[in-house]
């Protein structure tokens, strides 16, 4: 690894606690850019200009790299060169006065509440059941993300009070309540399962344990969500962002407003939030569209 790409991946996990998926796609990114660049001739990265980047993200984009993909790896190298400018190791960001492309936004994929309802009545009474029951809960009543469920502790939880504590991409904690049915099913799992499943290994104090009594792993998640998407019928629609998209939406829909939402799903920024007031608009017009005799 390039020593200042090293330095910078050392910026981005132990100061900017970023989630480490994301680390890795930043770090990545970084090196599709240095490898374009010695390429060219330039093996020292950090002298690097704007035509240099510019002439990158035109090749991306002619590689067929969607907005979504260009927006990222822009970021990247932004936060990159951004660095070593802070630093005082170079005196330009070359990414300053490139524009971020343009994204076509996506529609939302969520279920609705009588779908949500269903995916929860398909685990069975088992160990594995109960504790899955405990999971798809929790995903659903506290809108995590599939690595703060597969990283969240007992300790996190104050089931008395009723509340969850997540530390999200950056670092950040915030506090989500917990509802009833969630709540009955953590303490049945807590209880009654978790011991089982841990006999007599070491306790790390992970919530979520497999069947050899170790952390839940974040694919070990999407094998469960997949498992139980099946049997409800909606296989080829459902995954953790869908519960964690369904848990805004039908909290929208309720009449909850952005700024709660925004603080319950640790966004850092309100815009990424606002995606799903898209879907209350889509559902107002349709009923105007419906109802309205001159519609």
């Not at 094998?223 to 039908?250: D, M």
Request: glycine content about 6%; charged content about 30%; overall charge positive.
């Amino acid at each position: 690894m390039d020593e200042t790409l090293r330095e910078y991946a050392e910026y981005l996990e132990k100061e900017k606690k970023m989630a480490e998926n994301t680390r890795l796609a930043y770090q990545s990114d970084v090196t599709e850019l240095q490898t374009f660049l010695a390429q060219r001739g330039n093996d020292q990265p950090l002298t690097a200009g704007n035509a240099d980047v510019v002439a990158w993200m035109l090749k991306l984009k002619n590689d067929g790299k969607s907005g979504a993909t260009l927006n990222r790896k822009l970021a990247a190298v932004r936060g990159y060169f951004g660095y070593f400018v802070r630093k005082g190791t170079i005196r330009e960001n070359p990414t300053d006065h490139i524009k971020s492309p343009k994204v076509k936004r996506k529609q939302i994929e969520y279920l609705t509440v009588e779908e949500m309802e269903t995916l929860l009545a398909q685990p069975d009474d088992s160990l594995k059941g109960r504790r899955d029951q405990a999971l798809l809960e929790l995903l659903y009543a506290a809108g995590l993300r599939v690595t703060e469920a597969a990283g969240a502790n007992v300790s996190d939880l104050n089931l008395r009070i009723g509340f969850i504590t997540c530390t999200g991409e950056h670092g950040k904690a915030r506090i989500v309540p917990l509802g009833r049915p969630s709540r009955e099913a953590i303490e049945t799992y807590l209880y009654d399962v978790r011991p089982q499943l841990l006999r007599e290994k070491e306790d790390d104090g992970a919530l979520f344990l497999n069947a050899n009594g170790a952390r839940l792993t974040r694919q070990g998640v999407w094998k469960i969500l997949k498992e139980y998407a099946q049997k409800a019928g909606l296989e080829h629609r459902l995954s953790p962002q869908t519960l964690r998209n369904s848990f805004a939406v039908h909290m929208v829909q309720n009449g909850a407003d952005l700024k709660s939402i925004q603080e319950l799903m640790g966004h850092e920024d309100l815009t990424a939030t606002q995606i799903y007031l898209s879907v209350t608009k889509n559902r107002i017009k349709e009923v105007y569209d419906r109802t309205h005799p001159r519609a």
